[in-house]
């Protein structure tokens, strides 16, 4: 299984990178630092401003109104209307005492007979 990248690298190759190697050495080291300067001021000035929403909000984040604290506080709002709402229907759906009491057998049978 031969793939091209397994090729040994030609003469072409080897010209071009000899042409590459002696284009960088002709740079002299001043050209590269004053680069290297303006491209880390550059840097410096995009990060600082894209920095900035980011550091007020990281201000606001011990705040009530960030969204950790929202959802905490809508988690237990639903969390009391829950309890709310089963504690409702619990007292709503308690079956009548007097129509449990009618419902006895022994009343039924009575009932049935025509003693009541």
Do not use: C, N
Not at 4 to 27: I, N, T, V
């Amino acid at each position: 299984m031969s793939r091209p990248y397994d090729a040994l690298p030609s003469a072409d190759d080897a010209a071009l990178k000899g042409a590459l190697r002696s284009a960088m050495s002709d740079q002299p080291p001043a050209d590269t630092d004053g680069l290297a300067s303006r491209v880390m001021a550059q840097w410096a000035d995009a990060h600082a401003q894209a920095a900035t929403p980011v550091v007020a909000a990281a201000g606001r984040s011990a705040t009530l109104g960030s969204a950790p604290w929202r959802r905490r506080l809508w988690l237990g709002m639903a969390g009391v209307a829950a309890v709310a709402l089963i504690a409702t229907a619990v007292a709503l759906l308690r079956p009548d005492p007097a129509l449990e009491e009618l419902m006895q057998p022994d009343v039924l049978s009575q009932m049935a007979i025509g003693e009541m």
